[in-house]
């Protein structure tokens, strides 16, 4: 995992997570869909955070669900935190195989 472009992508997908509604577009469609149809409804940056998420679903399933399940409804939540989350995710799979 590129852990700048991640970065990156947390940084510029944060917008989204303050709206169900862009969340949901970001699972379930292309970067340039949800973008799209975002487009239709909300100001051009949260339609860019809205590709950024599904950008960061395509390239980095893992980051992502963690991104948009321990993000806070009311700041951005800082990449490392997430990167964070995920190593702990990653150890505590390992100890339940054993």
Do not use: Y
Not at 17 to 31: F, I, Q, T
Not at 65 to 93: D, M, T, W, Y
């Amino acid at each position: 995992m590129d852990r700048e472009e991640l970065e990156e992508l947390q940084k510029l997908a944060s917008p989204a997570l303050h709206h169900a509604e862009l969340v949901e577009l970001a699972k379930k469609h292309s970067p340039t869909k949800a973008q799209e149809i975002a487009s239709g409804r909300w100001p051009r940056r949260q339609a860019r955070a809205c590709r950024f998420l599904a950008v960061m679903r395509r390239d980095f399933p893992e980051a992502f669900k963690v991104f948009i399940v321990h993000h806070p409804s009311e700041q951005a939540r800082p990449a490392c935190s997430v990167q964070s989350a995920l190593e702990e995710n990653n150890h505590g799979s390992k100890k339940s195989k054993r």
